[in-house]
């Protein structure tokens, strides 16, 4: 006798059901591996943010120990140096204070854009936020300054030329 000859594959239902359930799977899945995806690059940004933070009050730090009040051009260079992070603009503002002679050499507030095409961040002295606050420069009570001075870093891409005095006037 023979044997019959048994087909063992799958039917073409079977394959288009399969096919279906994992369209329908693709498609629940993708929107919130995107969604994942920005919270990193947004993670991402945050931390440079923060080693520039780091970096430029490392910086300041050293000025100090120096006993100098002026943040060369190789100063503002450092701090990238030393961050190496993508910086695209970073801006820090400085203390002004005429009881507290360390307010000139902290960093209280910071303004960081990754690259040209990134919306910038802000530190605003607790937080880093993705808008500047009508109130930016404005002193906490917990901050013992009189006002801030604005050190522009990174401009453009590039070192921001000239010294600055810490004390608030930029030099040539």
């Known amino acids: 006798?023979?044997?019959?000859?048994?087909?063992?594959?799958?039917?073409?239902?079977?394959?288009?059901?399969?096919?279906?359930?994992?369209?329908?799977?693709?498609?629940?899945?993708?929107?919130?591996?995107?969604?994942?995806?920005?919270?990193?690059?947004?993670?991402?940004?945050?931390?440079?943010?923060?080693?520039?933070?780091?970096?430029?009050?490392?910086?300041?730090?050293?000025?100090?120990?120096?006993?100098?009040?002026?943040?060369?051009?190789?100063?503002?260079?450092?701090?990238?140096?030393?961050?190496?992070?993508?910086v695209y603009n970073l801006t820090i503002y400085v203390g002004k204070s005429s009881t507290n002679k360390h307010a000139a050499y902290t960093v209280y507030r910071v303004e960081y854009k990754q690259d040209a095409n990134a919306d910038p961040i802000y530190f605003d002295g607790e937080a880093w936020v993705e808008s500047k606050a009508t109130d930016f420069t404005t002193k906490k009570a917990s901050e013992n300054v009189d006002s801030f001075t604005e050190v522009a870093i990174w401009e453009n891409g590039a070192v921001k030329s000239g010294a600055v005095d810490l004390k608030g006037t930029t030099t040539p």
């Open 1 to 86: 006798m023979k044997k019959k000859n048994e087909n063992k594959g799958f039917t073409l239902v079977e394959l288009i059901v399969v096919l279906v359930i994992l369209a329908i799977l693709a498609a629940i899945l993708v929107p919130a591996l995107l969604g994942y995806i920005d919270r990193a690059r947004s993670q991402q940004t945050v931390l440079n943010a923060k080693s520039c933070l780091t970096a430029a009050q490392a910086e300041l730090s050293s000025i100090y120990g120096k006993n100098s009040d002026q943040m060369t051009q190789a100063d503002k260079t450092r701090i990238q140096t030393t961050a190496d992070v993508p």
